[in-house]
């Protein structure tokens, strides 16, 4: 049996142009599957995201003046906006690098102890130290990092005793640089082995091993003592573009090899290494 379709029950559904009223004619919610919101209501100056199963739509309000909305890993949220001003901060001393909030990666600049200078014998002139390794590199941080700053090498004492080698400075186990040798007594022409740059964590940026000093290079080594950032006597990889682009605040002295002794005295003991960090926080 057919039954009748009486459209006089829909007269107040429909508008003047024959189409249906949304504002009468539809009730309860509309899922997301099929273009809805799956929600009855949202809140005024919210921001809808959907929700973990991504079956309905959750709202996240403003928050307070200046918030930006920030995701978390797993949903988002109004935040106070992250960042902070560029620092620096300088270790001539072993210690603890402390990570800020929101600070992901550092540019870190490692060098390490010079080699002590050769006793300097009235008819054996010796060698100065050589130079420590620089290293720099981006790296990423999450935690605290330890910092070591390598020594420099004591001058030798005598006809027999050469100078020590400088000391390895670390940033964590992710940059590190080896000190130079230090200088012998014995006779001109012998180069003492320089230190290196190591980048095991990060993007290295630059890599240097400290020069290897001579007596006749240099009888007294002073002609060695720039900062050995500034590419003066040095061998980069790669080369720097400028002399003074990488010249950073960094101790002048830092890692450079100790000279030689006056005539008949001990030798001069290299400079200590340095670590600079750079990073916004």
């Given amino acids: 049996m057919t039954q009748a379709f009486n459209l006089s029950q829909?007269?107040?559904k429909v508008?003047?142009?024959?189409q249906a009223d949304l504002t009468t004619?539809?009730?309860?919610t509309l899922p997301v599957a099929n273009g809805g919101t799956g929600a009855a209501s949202l809140t005024g100056n919210s921001v809808a995201i959907t929700n973990a199963g991504g079956t309905a739509l959750s709202t996240v309000a403003a928050g307070a003046n200046g918030n930006v909305l920030t995701s978390n890993g797993t949903t988002w949220t109004s935040a106070a906006a992250s960042g902070g001003q560029f620092q620096t901060e300088l270790f001539t001393a072993p210690g603890t690098w402390t990570k800020p909030a929101g600070c992901t990666q550092v540019r870190v600049t490692v060098v390490g102890g010079g080699g002590g200078g050769a006793y300097r014998g009235p008819t054996i002139p010796g060698s100065p130290g050589a130079y420590g390794g620089v290293a720099t590199a981006i790296v990423p941080v999450s935690a605290p990092v330890t910092i070591t700053i390598g020594d420099g090498g004591t001058g030798g004492t005598g006809a027999s005793v050469p100078g020590t080698a400088g000391g390895t400075s670390s940033f964590g186990p992710a940059v590190s640089a080896t000190g130079g040798v230090?200088?012998?007594?014995?006779?001109?022409?012998?180069?003492?082995?320089?230190?290196t740059g190591t980048v095991s964590v990060g993007t290295a940026l630059r890599t240097l091993t400290g020069y290897a000093t001579t007596n006749p290079l240099s009888a007294d080594g002073l002609a060695l003592r720039p900062n050995i950032l500034n590419g003066a006597n040095a061998r980069y990889t790669p080369a720097p573009n400028a002399a003074a682009a990488f010249n950073i605040s960094l101790p002048p002295a830092a890692?450079?090899?100790g000279i030689l002794g006056?005539?008949?005295g001990q030798g001069v003991g290299g400079a200590g290494g340095a670590i600079l960090v750079?990073?916004?926080g």
């Fill in 255 to 257: 890692g450079v090899g």
């Fill in 278 to 280: 750079e990073f916004i």
């Fill in 10 to 12: 829909f007269a107040n």
């Fill in 15 to 18: 508008n003047t142009s024959g």
């Fill in 182 to 195: 230090g200088g012998r007594p014995v006779p001109a022409g012998n180069p003492e082995a320089p230190g």
């Fill in 262 to 264: 006056s005539p008949g």
């Fill in 25 to 28: 004619a539809v009730t309860g």
